[in-house]
């Protein structure tokens, strides 16, 4: 499951994020590479009438906190492409839970 941004805010969504074993990715992005990313974004309200890469430090030194708190693990985004990510992502999840990628039983 996808969250926004924000949705580690409230307490009780962290304690559902972590219920029933769920692992918890945290993919981490720097402030510049939001800004970056979103400078053409004209559609978040968070970020209206301010200068984006202050909103951005704000909700950045806001969340964070909170997302390391529940994180399972964390991959640091960069400028990494997506392929990189995804691949990061999938050994994340095959250290953390070898049971559910082995390949099919031999014999």
């Not at 993919?27 to 970020?47: G, I, W």
């Not at 990494?80 to 250290?95: G, P």
């Amino acid at each position: 499951m996808a969250t926004g941004g924000g949705a580690v805010l409230r307490e009780t969504n962290r304690h559902a994020l972590k219920a029933d074993g769920n692992l918890v990715i945290y993919l981490r992005s720097q402030v510049d590479d939001l800004a970056r990313r979103l400078q053409h974004d004209t559609q978040r309200p968070l970020l209206k009438g301010v200068p984006p890469q202050v909103r951005l430090r704000e909700l950045f030194a806001q969340r964070d906190p909170l997302y390391r708190e529940i994180a399972d693990f964390t991959v640091d985004t960069g400028r990494s492409s997506v392929a990189t990510l995804a691949h990061l992502i999938a050994m994340q999840l095959e250290l953390a839970r070898p049971e559910q990628f082995k390949g099919p039983a031999s014999g």
